[in-house]
């Protein structure tokens, strides 16, 4: 379930405010904007190499595709098939960073991918971490490839695949007492956990997915643990750059964007007076360009892309007008538009939230000197705020439809 939203009129942090007032001190207004320009990029700089490795035919191209949101036949996707079909090591850069790469390796085990070559051929000492993959049985190749990374003192996570054939083949076999789902799965994750705790991984996280179905099982826990995972300096990455179908990373995705919403306040506060337009009737300008900016960030970040909205429909077998109006997309796409933006600026005017915004943080403060610059930051908080939160409501009731739909439709 998603957790209980609340509006964050500010998520700064003491630290932030002390390097605002310092950068400003030192280097006024242009400071300030640069400074505010460095963060707001700076997870696009981080880089991240993620190999996904294990047996042949074990999932891991699928696996590759599940995790970008890319379905087989899309441009660019991993290649994948029924016979041994990754015969070299093939990065697949996140479309929304570059720097995030996970890399597709091929299976070891096979004639072509011996152990003994097998760490030379596909460089396995390059990677920042490891995802595992195995499908059916624990195997020699997954304890031998568990000895390597650990030889390397870093760290994998163990993906087993194919769930959904197990519980299928549970459903469609003659026994009088068939297991119900539940009941597989759990015996495959207490044996995966046993496997790995025999070997001297007893902290090791398992996850259970089916690569052709990611809104289902494991996949939302795992997508939030490699987040959690990963170095602080490079979690707001792996964050932005996956897609955010899940609820848990939904939410959390949701505090990272908060995060970010005095940074860009601060920008279309202090942007030149030739960005910025003027709100008839208010006497105040605000930098559109920037909170379009943003607003278009956000539909990355939730699905609710374009494209996002045609595949959500198709999957849920429903017209695009009708998920529009059933999940309140169109609501939302009205108020993206430079109209909806500007009523959302009159109402800022007027709302107590607006006010409530510069009591948090020091920036209105710094912002004092400049000609409409605390109302322009005010504005813009709260219209990025009102629109968060809009489209965490709208991206939440889609996350809980599309698992509801899976789960209820049977795997057979
Ligand atoms: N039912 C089901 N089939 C899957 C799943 N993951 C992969 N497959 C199928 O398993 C077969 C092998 O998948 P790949 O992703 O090509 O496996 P791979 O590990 O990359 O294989 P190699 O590159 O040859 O080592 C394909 O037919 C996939 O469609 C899954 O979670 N569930
Ligand atoms: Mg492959």
Redo the contacts with the bound molecule.
């Keep these: 379930m998603a957790e209980q939203s609340s509006v964050v009129y500010s998520t700064l942090t003491d630290e932030d405010e002390k390097s605002f007032e310092t950068i400003f001190n030192k280097r006024g207004v242009t400071g300030l904007y640069e400074y505010s320009r460095r963060k707001l990029d700076s997870w696009l700089n981080v880089s991240l190499n993620i190999a996904v490795t294990?047996?042949?035919?074990?999932?891991?191209?699928?696996?590759i595709n599940a995790i970008l949101n890319l379905k087989?036949d899309d441009e660019g996707a991993?290649?994948?098939?029924?016979?041994?079909?990754?015969l070299e090591r093939k990065r697949y850069e996140h479309p929304a960073n570059k720097n995030i790469v996970f890399w597709?390796l091929?299976?070891v085990g096979?004639k072509h991918f011996k152990q003994e070559d097998y760490l030379n051929k596909v460089k396995l000492n390059e990677y920042d971490f490891f995802i595992l993959?195995s499908?059916e049985r624990f195997s020699e190749n997954d304890c031998w490839l568990a000895e390597e990374i650990r030889k390397m003192d870093k760290r994998f996570f163990f993906v087993r695949?194919?769930?959904?054939?197990d519980i299928n083949a549970e459903k469609r076999s003659r026994k009088k007492n068939r297991r119900t789902p539940e009941t597989i799965l759990d015996l495959i994750r207490s044996d995966c956990k046993e496997c790995l705790n025999n070997l001297g991984f007893p902290e090791s996280h398992v996850f259970l997915?089916?690569?052709?179905s990611p809104y289902l099982f494991d996949f939302d826990r795992l997508s939030k643990q490699l987040i959690e995972d990963a170095p602080k300096r490079k979690r707001e990455t792996l964050l932005f750059s996956i897609k955010g179908y899940a609820c848990q990373v939904i939410n959390e995705k949701k505090k990272h964007l908060e995060k970010r919403i005095p940074l860009i306040s601060l920008g279309s506060a202090v942007v030149p007076i030739s960005a910025a337009v003027p709100i008839p009737g208010l006497g105040l300008s605000v930098d559109f360009a920037v909170i379009i900016s943003e607003i278009t960030f956000y539909r990355e970040q939730f699905g609710l892309t374009d494209d996002d909205i045609k595949d959500t429909a198709e999957f849920l077998g429903l017209r695009e007008e009708e998920l529009k109006e059933e999940f309140g997309i169109g609501t939302f796409l009205q108020k993206c538009t430079r109209k909806g933006i500007i009523t959302l600026c009159l109402q800022a005017a007027y709302s107590a939230n607006s006010a409530e915004i510069s009591k948090y943080t020091i920036i209105p403060l710094l912002l004092g000197s400049i000609a409409n610059g605390m109302i322009s930051y005010r504005t813009t908080s709260y219209c990025l705020t009102t629109m968060l939160e809009d489209i965490y409501k709208v991206s939440v009731k889609i996350s809980e439809k599309m698992s509801s739909d899976i789960v209820e439709t049977p795997l057979d």
């Design positions: 294990g047996g042949s035919g074990k999932g891991k191209s699928s696996f087989v991993a290649f994948t098939d029924v016979k041994e079909t990754t597709d091929p299976g096979t993959v499908s695949t194919k769930v959904d054939n997915v089916d690569n052709l």
